[in-house]
C-alpha cells in the first residue's frame, strides 16, 4: 500500500484542474482572431484542457463551441457604409431589418434542432466531451480494482434505495454510467408563474413589475435528472462526470446547482459523493434557487453559453405550462391509487384503486357508487346521478357510468335518458299509434315517419286543418255515449274504454297538481312548502304561481308564501298543551334559569331540580345547569339532588 500511495501522490492534480465545463469569457469586445485562436495550458477558467494526445482535435472542438458562444451572446460585427450599399443593390427591395430577421429565425432553428437533440445520447456526448476537458491520472491494477468495487458497491446501494427512479446504465467506452431521478421535496403546493411578454421578445428588457403574466399551482414537479459517467479514478482521484437536467429551469439556474455538487465533492474529496447529490437535490435544491413559495419559469429565448453539464428542457409557454400540469396530475393520481382512503358513504377505508375519482375531485368507493347508480337507474330518477356530495351537484359522466353499470342498466341509462331528452325538446311529440317521436311543425301538426300516421299534437287526433281542436270535456263525453252503441265491436269498445279511463285519471290529476313549468310533468304537493323539484327534470318552481324559481329567493322577496296559510294554521293548531302551559307559566314564574341549549326561560316548579325547556324539549338540572341525557344517571347520590327548597 506504500506504493500504492506514493503513485498517487505522484499524479495528483490539483482540484480546479480535475472537472471544469466548457465555457468561454462573456466579454463581447475579444479580439475575432483571438476567439478562433487554440487556446493556451494556462486558461484553465475558461477552457478545458486538451490533450496533447491530439491537439488538432482539440482546436476543432474548441473553436465549435467559441462559435456557439459568440452566437449565443449576440456577437454582431458592425457593417460598413459600403458594405451596406451593396448589400441594396444586391437585394434590391430587401431591406436590412429582414435580413437580421432571417437570422434571428435561423439561430431560433439551430436552437430547436439542438434541443431536440438533447436526448440520452446527447448527455453521453456533454459526458464525453468532460472526460476528454480532463487528464485522468495513471493508477495502479490494485488502486483501480479498489475503485472499480466501490463503484460497484455505491451504485447496488443506490438502486437499493430509490428503487425504480434509479437505472444503472450499459458501460459507456469502458466506464460505469449512472442515473437517478430525483423528486423534488416541496412543502405543499409551489406556485409556477410565467411572464408572456418574454417568451419572443429577445430585445425587450422590462423589469417592470406589471408584467403580464400567468400564475398556477402544483404539487409534484418534474423530477431532477442525474446522469453520471464515472471514471476510473473516482473516488480515489476524481469526481463523477455529471450532467444535471431538468424540465422546468433554465441552464443558468442549474449551472448552480452543477456548482454546489462541485463543492459538494471539494468537502470530501476521495469518498463516494452521489447519494450526498443525490439527497441535496432532494432536499435544498428549491431552497439554493430561492424558490421556497415560487417558481418564475423562463426566460425564454435567451441562449445562456454557461456549464456544459446543466441540461435545459424548457421549450415554450405553449409546450411548458401543459407539460407541468399534466405530470402533477399524473403525479396526483398515482399517489391517489398508492394510498389508503376512507369512503364518505359508507366511512369504510379502502386502498385508492378502490375508489371512484370524479371530475369534481370527490371519490367514493366503488361499491357505494354502483349502489348509488343502480339505484337511480331503477327508479328512472337519472337527473339524481349527481356527486354524492351535498354540496357539489356535478353530474356523473357516462364513461364512469358504464364503468358501474352493467351492460343491461347501461342500455336502461341510455333509453331513459333520450325519453327524456325529447320530452324536454318542445318540438317533439310521439306519435297517438307507435309512440315514435315526431317533429312538429309550425301549424303544430307532425306526421310519423314509420307508420305515416298524420296526427294534430295538441289533441293527439287525426290531422284537422281549420278546426279547432276537441276539448277533452267534448271528447270524454262523446266516448261516453258510444259506449252505449250496439254497433261498436268488442275490441274497439275496449280500446275507448281505455280512453275514458285515461281521460279521467288526468282530469283528477290535474285537480290537485300542478305542471312542471318545464316538461309539463303533473306532480301534486302532499305537504311541505311551496318550493318543488320535478323528479322528472330536476326543475325547481313555486307551487303557488307554478313559476321556475332557483333557490329561496322568490319567497323572501314578498311574492309567494313559503308555506301555505292553511298549513300554518293546522301546526298552530296541533302544538304541545305541555308547551303552552311551560310558555304561560315562565312568563308569570319568579324564579327559573334560561335553558342551557336555547336560552330561553324556564320557571321552576316546586322543589323538582329536572327542568324541561317548553321551546327545545330538552331536559336540564337546575342545580348545574347541564343538559340531562338520562335522569337516572344524572340524580342520585353521586350526582345532583333531584329535589331541593327554593
Not at 415560487?294 to 424548457?314: C, F, K, N, Q, T
Not at 315514435?436 to 301549424?443: A, K, L, V, Y
Not at 302544538?575 to 310558555?583: A, E, H, K, T
Not at 323538582?608 to 337516572?632: D, E, G, P, T
Request: charged share 25%; net charge negative; proline share 5%.
Amino acid at each position: 500500500m506504500s506504493s500504492s500511495s506514493g503513485r498517487r501522490g505522484q499524479y495528483r492534480r490539483p482540484r480546479h484542474h480535475n472537472h471544469r465545463p466548457l465555457q468561454i469569457d462573456d466579454d463581447h469586445d475579444h479580439d475575432h482572431d483571438r476567439l478562433l485562436s487554440p487556446p493556451s495550458s494556462s486558461s484553465s477558467a475558461t477552457t478545458a484542457t486538451v490533450p496533447s494526445s491530439n491537439p488538432a482535435t482539440g482546436m476543432r472542438r474548441n473553436s465549435r463551441w467559441v462559435s456557439k458562444n459568440r452566437r449565443a451572446h449576440g456577437f454582431k460585427p458592425k457593417p460598413e457604409v459600403g458594405c451596406l450599399n451593396s448589400l441594396d443593390s444586391q437585394l434590391g427591395s430587401l431591406s436590412i431589418a429582414e435580413k437580421v430577421n432571417e437570422k434571428q429565425e435561423k439561430e431560433e432553428e439551430e436552437e430547436e434542432e439542438e434541443r431536440t437533440s438533447e436526448g440520452v445520447d446527447g448527455v453521453f456526448s456533454r459526458l464525453e466531451e468532460l472526460q476528454l476537458g480532463t487528464q485522468e491520472p495513471e493508477l495502479s491494477e490494485e488502486l483501480l480494482r479498489i475503485n472499480d468495487q466501490l463503484q460497484e458497491d455505491e451504485l447496488l446501494a443506490m438502486e437499493s434505495i430509490y428503487g425504480d427512479n434509479a437505472f444503472n446504465l450499459d458501460r459507456h467506452k469502458g466506464l460505469r454510467s449512472f442515473q437517478i431521478h430525483i423528486h423534488v421535496e416541496a412543502p405543499g403546493e409551489i406556485v409556477l408563474t410565467a411572464k408572456l411578454n418574454l417568451s419572443g421578445d429577445r430585445k425587450t428588457k422590462n423589469d417592470s413589475s406589471d408584467d403580464f403574466s400567468y400564475s398556477f399551482k402544483v404539487r409534484h414537479l418534474p423530477p431532477i435528472i442525474l446522469t453520471c459517467l464515472l471514471p476510473k479514478s473516482y473516488p480515489s482521484h476524481l469526481p463523477p462526470y455529471f450532467t444535471i437536467s431538468v424540465k422546468w429551469l433554465d441552464s443558468s439556474r442549474i449551472s448552480y446547482l452543477c456548482s454546489k455538487l462541485d463543492s459538494i465533492w471539494m468537502e470530501q474529496p476521495e469518498q463516494e459523493v452521489i447519494y450526498q447529490w443525490v439527497e441535496w437535490l432532494h432536499s435544498f435544491s428549491l431552497s439554493h434557487l430561492g424558490f421556497d413559495k415560487e417558481i418564475m419559469l423562463g426566460p425564454y429565448g435567451i441562449r445562456h453559453a454557461g456549464d456544459r453539464r446543466a441540461v435545459s428542457g424548457i421549450v415554450s409557454l405553449d409546450v411548458d405550462i401543459p407539460s407541468m400540469k399534466t405530470y402533477n396530475d399524473e403525479r396526483h393520481h398515482e399517489n391517489f391509487r398508492n394510498n389508503l382512503h376512507e369512503c364518505c358513504i359508507c366511512f369504510t377505508e379502502y386502498a385508492g384503486t378502490e375508489f371512484i375519482r370524479l371530475p369534481c375531485q370527490h371519490f367514493f368507493c366503488f361499491k357505494c357508487m354502483k349502489t348509488f347508480s343502480e339505484m337511480h337507474v331503477k327508479e328512472g330518477t337519472i337527473s339524481k346521478l349527481q356527486c354524492p356530495d351535498a354540496k357539489c351537484g356535478g353530474m356523473v359522466p357516462p364513461p364512469f357510468l358504464k364503468r358501474l353499470l352493467g351492460d343491461e342498466e347501461y342500455e336502461h341509462w341510455e333509453s331513459i335518458m333520450l325519453q327524456k331528452t325529447l320530452e324536454s325538446m318542445f318540438d317533439v311529440a310521439n306519435c297517438p299509434r307507435c309512440e315514435t317521436p315526431c317533429i312538429e311543425d309550425e301549424d303544430q301538426h307532425a306526421q310519423c315517419s314509420k307508420c305515416f300516421f298524420s296526427f294534430c299534437t295538441i289533441c293527439r287526433e287525426r290531422r284537422h286543418v281549420g278546426i279547432a281542436c276537441m276539448t277533452p270535456e267534448l271528447k270524454l263525453r262523446i266516448l261516453q255515449e258510444r259506449q252505449s252503441s250496439s254497433q261498436l265491436q268488442d275490441g274497439q269498445r275496449r280500446r275507448e274504454r281505455e280512453m275514458i279511463n285515461e281521460i279521467l285519471s288526468v282530469k283528477e290529476i290535474l285537480r290537485d297538481a300542478k305542471q312542471c313549468p318545464s316538461c309539463k310533468m303533473a306532480i301534486s304537493r302532499s305537504e311541505g312548502c311551496n318550493k318543488m323539484v320535478c323528479n322528472n327534470c330536476g326543475n325547481y318552481f313555486c307551487y303557488n304561481c307554478n313559476q321556475s324559481i332557483d333557490g329561496y329567493d322568490h319567497f323572501r322577496n314578498g311574492m309567494c308564501d313559503l308555506f301555505p296559510q292553511q298549513m300554518i294554521q293546522e301546526w298552530q293548531e296541533r302544538i304541545n298543551p305541555r308547551q303552552v302551559l311551560g310558555q304561560i307559566q315562565a312568563e308569570h314564574a319568579g324564579h327559573g334559569l334560561p335553558c342551557p341549549s336555547c336560552r330561553q326561560f324556564n320557571a321552576k316548579v316546586d322543589n323538582n331540580n329536572h327542568m324541561f325547556c317548553w321551546a327545545c324539549q330538552n331536559h336540564f338540572c337546575y342545580l348545574c345547569k347541564q343538559i340531562v341525557r338520562r335522569s337516572s344517571q344524572h340524580f342520585g347520590p353521586k350526582g345532583c339532588k333531584q329535589h331541593t327548597v327554593g
